[in-house]
């Protein structure tokens, strides 16, 4: 009769213990998934505390069973080393697993399953879920804000056709390659200020006037990330130039500039746009509120850029310097043709991150009255026909963003791997 | 000849450029405020503001000054930076070491929390916080009570408050306890650094703050008590807690939002710096015989912070910074007393934007200095 040793596994009990082992842990997590699912409380004879404790403690010393060391089953080990490599890991395995166990019914439950996407007015959600009613009756507002819903073809138009212009530099030939610069540096940006401005502003080619306080939603964002960015660039080379120029003059102009801007916080460079900036304008000339904003979001993040290639400047070696000088080459050629074309491109991963930056902070521009996704929850929110669901709203939002960010922090990350091996 | 010019002109080209730049806005502002009848200048601060602050660490009231609602805001910009940048740092160490763990789970659990929170706009995250978590906690009259004392409702958290007597004492004991415990260090590493011998400092440096402040209970007359919030019925449908603190929800939603989003950066640094001790000094620590407690405490920790403090530093400024998005859930922030409702009030846009953008210049330029100050003194001297 084999006898099973309790106290310690050695080479002829591994099977008892991984077996014994793996059935507690099984039974631990039964209990918690019927709780959790089905709503059975399998322990309900134990006395209070120990009926929530009981999975947690079986569990424990189901892991501590199978915690054998090189026990020959290879899923076994695979299991051993990544989530019960000791007592507190086995632990923190178990509360993790549980929670996730726990809040999965509920929150499955409230987004989809008791959820109500049908109908299009508030009577329709009557269930204990998410409201998805409410998403989709205010989906076009949430994208296009207050634009007249017969002309919402003009901003589809005017994106794709700015993404696409932006595509163009991958098409080009090879013997225009050199001008890729300048296209994207100069041309790029009228291009595409001009589309947006006669697409979706109008009052020309028989095309209807929108006046700017209509724009609105997550397109208003796009619009306004992608301007600063275009703008803020250029910007920030002049100034990170200017910061490393041995001319003092311009030297410390650059850094005042660049610790101004860094030092003070976005939500007072706003209010400083709508409140103050009109007291510094000529009599007479009126500037659009989301010019303004524009302008100043490009100012702030011209410093954020700026450091960001200083940084690209700062790491290239002193000998790319010095070989350009003695080719004779002087301050204006060395850079163009020498310095900037490799400190940009050893900038590229950090100015994706300030775009993201830059993306995750225009839900501030609501702050000034500029309704974009944030503005247009807020405006949904209060609306005395639909009140009550600004957590749908919100949620919807995040998600969005978190897409949004997520994909382009990825990208980041991608571009970085990229060129650190290309050096 | 030639030298010089190539110098000096377009330096002063720049600065004229500058200055005429400067120059036209301030002509254009000041036939501006000619036209509108609006005169420049701080009187404005001294006048009675006479509005009200919901939420004040000092005593406020509309007879106040500007001065002072300029200085119940800066407190509460303070005192929330503050509180939120106590949790985010707790936060974010945990997570960051969580990110390093040989466990499957909690690695990657870590890399989830950081890749959420990190990646929704801030302003987003306060909003869900506001107006669509906390809305769901219960009313004053249906709450329960948390640890038998503290009430988490629709209108607040409502927390016991302490009533001292000869505080100063027990203020002065806490300070003496802190003194000792710096000289009984100094003490115990000369000790160590000339005789070789280890004092269980924290041991000693625990009982000291521990006693010490006992002493002051048991003999200097100081005593504490708790004022817990008692529901009290307003009117037919509302009630409110009466004594104790209470923690307005605007609070409780920037602090949740600001430490989850800044901790998952800590978290980063935190990853970074460990990350960054190379493998080499934790054997060479371990095979001249240290305990692995040692090697973490006098090895990697040393080197691990020297890489994560300046990041770190630099989140924590943008927590502050970030903390004036207070202004969108109406917590009375700098920028919601003073560049709002001030504003709103003098019309003084000049001014206040000035202050207000001046302050946060101040307290960014301060941090960054002194951190600039301790870079220099904890670097690696190489000869």
Redesign the interface.
């Known amino acids: 009769m084999q006898t099973i040793n309790f106290l310690k596994p050695n080479r002829d009990n591994i099977k008892n213990y991984s077996i014994i082992g793996s059935f507690l842990v099984l039974v631990s997590l039964i209990d918690v998934i019927s709780n959790a699912f089905l709503k059975i409380n399998l322990t309900s004879f134990l006395p209070g505390s120990l009926t929530t404790l009981f999975p947690l403690i079986i569990g424990l010393i189901g892991l501590n069973m199978m915690r054998i060391d090189y026990s020959g089953n290879k899923t076994l080990d695979l299991l051993n080393?990544?989530?019960n490599?000791n007592n507190f890991?086995a632990l923190?395995?178990l509360l993790?697993?549980f929670s996730i166990i726990k809040a999965l019914p509920q929150s499955l439950s409230w987004m989809i399953f008791d959820a109500t996407i049908s109908g299009d007015s508030k009577d329709a959600c009557t269930g204990t879920g998410a409201c998805w009613t409410y998403i989709k009756v205010w989906f076009r507002r949430f994208m296009y804000g207050m634009y007249p819903n017969e002309f919402h073809w003009r901003i589809n138009t005017a994106f794709i056709l700015v993404i696409g212009l932006g595509f163009v530099g991958y098409f080009m030939k090879e013997n225009l390659k050199k001008y890729l610069a300048l296209y994207y540096v100069i041309i790029y940006p009228v291009i595409a200020f001009l589309v947006i401005y006669y697409l979706i502003s109008g009052g020309s080619f028989g095309l209807q006037w929108v006046e700017t306080g209509a724009w609105g939603g997550l397109s208003l964002t796009f619009i306004v990330s992608f301007f600063c960015l275009i703008f803020c660039f250029p910007l920030g080379m002049i100034f990170a130039l200017g910061r490393r120029s041995n001319?003092?003059?311009?030297k410390y102009?650059s850094i005042c500039y660049i610790?101004?801007w860094?030092?003070?916080?976005?939500?007072?460079?706003l209010?400083?746009s709508s409140?103050?900036f009109?007291?510094?304008?000529?009599?007479d000339f009126f500037m659009d509120k989301l010019v303004r904003v524009i302008i100043a979001i490009t100012l702030f993040e011209a410093a954020y850029c700026a450091e960001v290639i200083r940084g690209g400047l700062q790491s290239l070696p002193r000998g790319q310097y010095d070989a350009a000088k003695s080719l004779g080459m002087g301050y204006w050629k060395m850079h163009i043709f020498v310095i900037l074309p490799q400190a940009l491109k050893l900038v590229i991963p950090g100015i994706a991150n300030t775009f993201l930056a830059l993306?995750?902070?225009?839900?501030?521009i609501?702050?000034v009255g500029l309704a974009e996704l944030?503005g247009m929850?807020?405006l949904a929110?209060t609306n005395p026909k639909w009140l009550g669901f600004?957590?749908e709203g919100?949620?919807f939002?995040?998600i969005i963003?978190?897409i949004i960010?997520?994909a382009m922090?990825k990208y980041s990350y991608n571009l970085e791997a990229k060129y650190k091996t290309e050096r | 000849m030639n030298n010089i010019i190539k110098?000096y002109i377009?330096?002063?080209l720049?600065?004229l450029f500058?200055v005429l730049i400067f120059g036209f806005?301030t002509l254009?502002?000041q036939?501006?405020?000619d036209?509108r009848g609006i005169d420049f200048g701080f009187g404005f601060l001294s006048q009675e503001s006479s509005f009200d602050v919901q939420f004040s660490l000092i005593e406020y009231s509309g007879s106040d000054s500007y001065a002072r609602a300029f200085l119940v805001g800066l407190l509460n910009t303070l005192l929330v930076s503050f509180i939120s940048i106590i949790i985010c740092t707790i936060l974010g160490v945990i997570i960051g070491v969580a990110r390093l763990?040989?466990?499957?789970?909690?690695k990657n659990?870590a890399g989830w929390y950081v890749?959420?929170f990190?990646?929704?706009?801030?302003?987003?995250?306060i909003?869900?916080w506001y107006?669509?978590?906390l809305?769901?906690l219960p009313m004053p009259e249906k709450a329960n009570a948390w640890f038998g004392v503290t009430y988490m409702t629709v209108k607040g958290y409502y927390i016991p408050s302490m009533v001292w007597e000869n505080l100063n004492v027990f203020l002065y004991c806490g300070l003496a306890a802190i003194i000792s415990i710096i000289v009984l260090r100094n003490y115990a590493s000369k000790l160590r650094d000339t005789q070789g011998k280890q004092i269980p400092v924290l041991l000693y440096s625990v009982a000291l703050l521990i006693v010490l402040p006992l002493l002051s209970f048991l003999f200097g007359g100081v005593s504490l008590e708790f004022q817990i919030p008692e529901l009290k019925k307003l009117s037919k449908i509302s009630y409110i807690y009466e004594g104790g603190i209470s923690l307005p929800p605007e609070l409780i939603a920037l602090v949740l939002a600001l430490s989850l989003y800044t901790s998952t950066f800590v978290a980063e640094c935190v990853r970074a710096g460990i990350e960054g001790v190379s493998k080499g000094q934790k054997e060479a620590a371990a095979s001249v015989g240290l305990t692995p407690n040692q090697v973490l405490k006098l090895v990697i920790m040393p080197q691990a912070l020297r890489i994560i403090i300046p990041p770190t530093t630099n989140q924590y400024l943008n927590l502050t910074?970030?903390s004036?998005?207070a202004?969108?859930i109406a917590y009375p922030d700098l920028?919601l007393v003073f560049?709002g409702t001030a504003?709103m009030q003098t019309g003084k846009?000049?001014e206040i934007?000035?202050i207000?953008?001046l302050t946060?210049?101040t307290i960014?330029?301060t941090i960054?200095a002194i951190m600039n100050w301790y870079n220099k003194k904890i670097e690696i001297k190489e000869k």
């Open positions: 080393k990544n989530i490599t890991n923190l395995t993790i697993l001319l003092p003059a311009i102009i610790e101004f860094r030092g003070v916080p976005l939500i007072t460079v209010f400083m409140v103050m009109p007291m510094f304008l000529p009599e993306v995750k902070d225009t839900p501030l609501f702050v944030a929850l807020a929110k600004a957590m919100y949620i939002a995040s963003f978190w960010c997520y922090s | 110098r377009p330096q002063i720049v600065i500058v806005l254009n502002a036939t501006n405020m036209n763990s040989s466990n499957y789970l909690i659990s890749e959420f990190r990646n929704i706009p801030l302003l987003l995250q909003f869900f107006y669509a978590a809305r769901a910074k970030n004036s998005l202004a969108a920028v560049a504003l846009a000049i934007v000035s207000t953008m946060y210049l960014s330029l960054a």
